[in-house]
């Protein structure tokens, strides 16, 4: 009797793990436009950093994205089976968030440009500072994008039992950062690993490395501009009924044209966003004390 307990155990654990790995299989597909930003707008997160700065930070932001979703994963499953109501509105909260920053992140861009070449050239005290700021701002972002990969493996997993839910969704939180992570890292260093082949005699490859990667992480830098409104838009455009069902009726849900639709909606979602915060944000500015 013993021993066939034992192998009908090991039989329920044999296939919740073949389950696991099927789920999670599939949740890693659905989530893998969400990693793809993921990657763009964290790489952006370290442009302009001096090249002995990349790797701490890059390892600081990987450590607050872990604490993300050792945070948001039991959330997630405490939601799912009390107020899956909250779910949705909480995930365009922070997709309007996203949005947010995109349309701020050009206002400052274009609108104060030399108001920042100024201030980072009279206050170099200040690198530590900003550094910090990278850092938060990086992990908020990650917070957001987290958010909505750990709500699409739920779903994903919506019809196995507790604890299938729980080894998916913790394969895919973990995986996923090792994977961003560790691609930003090793993209972040190729400009050094080109000075290395100069160094070591392969003058033609280095030097193409050096002078390839400037305008890859520039083209990156855009990417996760855009990125933003991809994502804050798309979590509008999938979420919110009479929007959805529009553009489904225009077939404008699939392929180029729901891109486009995301990006329209994410920058009007931003815009909106910005005009409501930022006056309420320079008021409090001016009431606060110097």
Known sequence: MA???????????????????????????????????????????????????????????????????????????????????LIVPLLMLGGAYLCFEGVEKLWHKFAHRHHHDTETTTQPENESTSEADKIKGAIRTDFILSAEIIIIALGVVKDYDTMVKILVLFAIGVGMTVLVYGLVAILVKLDDFGAYLVRQGKAKLGNALLWFMPWFMRGLSVVGTLAMFLVGGGIFVHNWGWLHETLHALHWDSGIMEMLSSLVVGLLVGAICCAIVLPIMKWREHKSPN
């Open 3 to 85: 021993f066939a307990s034992l192998f009908t155990l090991l039989d329920d654990i044999a296939a919740i793990m073949d389950d696991v790995a099927v789920m999670t299989k599939m949740a890693a597909k659905k989530t893998a436009g969400v990693v793809g930003d993921d990657l763009a707008l964290n790489a952006n997160q370290v442009t302009g950093v001096r090249a002995e700065r990349e790797l701490p930070i890059i390892w600081a932001v990987a450590k607050g994205s872990l604490i993300n979703k050792l945070i948001l994963i039991p959330v997630a499953l405490i939601l799912a089976v009390f107020a899956p109501v």
